[in-house]
């Protein structure tokens, strides 16, 4: 086989160009961190790739879907707890008016702060959070509490906001108001402020069991949404320990080795000016140079 000079030195530039395309990938693993850039580099590592960003992406979903259960959950804790407050705050009133020491005058300002509070328990029962009713079941766009009406517009809606939280776990967020806030409980206060107001003949202390009945109820709701509560911190942690295993997994599969990078781009220069060198006396002086 005849070898020509021609030949000599298009094989050179091939392997010389090759080289160039090799470096130009080990810089840009160097530049972007990653093993590849486009699908053709490595289909197996692109194809894993979209699997676990889908993965990943489920996992950051979650995340966000307890954010927003939080919200809904500490929210109506806060809501519950206020609302407590303002029935301990009516059972001491009560007490208070059975003192047969009292007279109507002072039964009546009483009765004006039973009106207050109960006017306070409406807005708390219409706690809106983010635009949305959180004590009216799954009908979040409207409230749950009218008190403007007799006997008062009180929501039946029992239907839970469910949540998903995990792969397959569906968590409730909100209570159910017709535990809480209740016909029975506007109309124990109702009564109340009619014997205050002298319309009724109902001996006050017979109040202070019902109201004694609304508080356990609020107590007990507020209990069973605690224990969702502490259900919700522990699939936080489970979630976020499969946020930090999603991204560890991703980062194996698609970033590159930074070291074992920067090494083979050094090799990969000492090849190139080996090859230059090798190159440059390849091309020796051909018949044109002496000629000149």
Wanted: hydrophobic share 35%.
């Amino acid at each position: 086989m005849r070898v020509t000079q021609s030949m000599l030195s298009n094989n050179m530039l091939r392997h010389i160009s090759q080289s160039y395309q090799q470096m130009d990938k080990t810089q840009e693993q160097l530049s972007t961190g990653k093993k590849i850039s486009r699908p053709s580099d490595d289909p197996v590592v692109a194809m894993k790739g979209m699997s676990y960003r889908t993965n990943l992406t489920e996992v950051e979903q979650y995340k966000r879907n307890l954010s927003e259960a939080y919200n809904w959950m500490e929210n109506s804790d806060s809501a519950l707890d206020k609302a407590t407050s303002a029935m301990q705050r009516i059972r001491e009133l009560t007490v208070q008016a059975s003192n047969g020491t009292l007279d109507d005058s002072q039964k009546l300002m009483i009765e004006k702060e039973v009106g207050q509070l109960k006017e306070h328990l409406g807005a708390i029962a219409n706690t809106q959070v983010a635009g949305k009713y959180i004590f009216n079941g799954n009908d979040t766009t409207k409230a749950p509490v009218d008190l403007s009406t007799n006997p008062p517009t009180l929501s039946t809606n029992e239907n839970p906001v469910n949540i998903q939280m995990s792969k397959g776990i569906d968590v409730a967020v909100n209570i159910n108001p017709t535990h809480v806030f209740n016909q029975d409980l506007f109309k124990n206060i109702s009564d109340l402020e009619d014997t205050l107001k002298g319309n009724s003949t109902t001996p006050i202390n017979d109040f202070l069991g019902k109201l004694d009945k609304n508080i356990d109820s609020l107590v007990a709701e507020r209990a069973e949404l605690g224990a969702r509560n502490n259900r919700l911190e522990l699939i936080d942690d489970r979630v976020s320990e499969q946020e930090v295993i999603a991204n560890r997994i991703l980062s194996d599969n698609e970033d590159a080795d930074i070291e074992k990078v920067i090494t083979d781009l050094k090799m990969q220069e000492t090849v190139q000016r080996a090859a230059l060198s090798v190159g440059a006396r390849i091309i020796q002086p051909s018949l044109m140079d002496f000629l000149r």
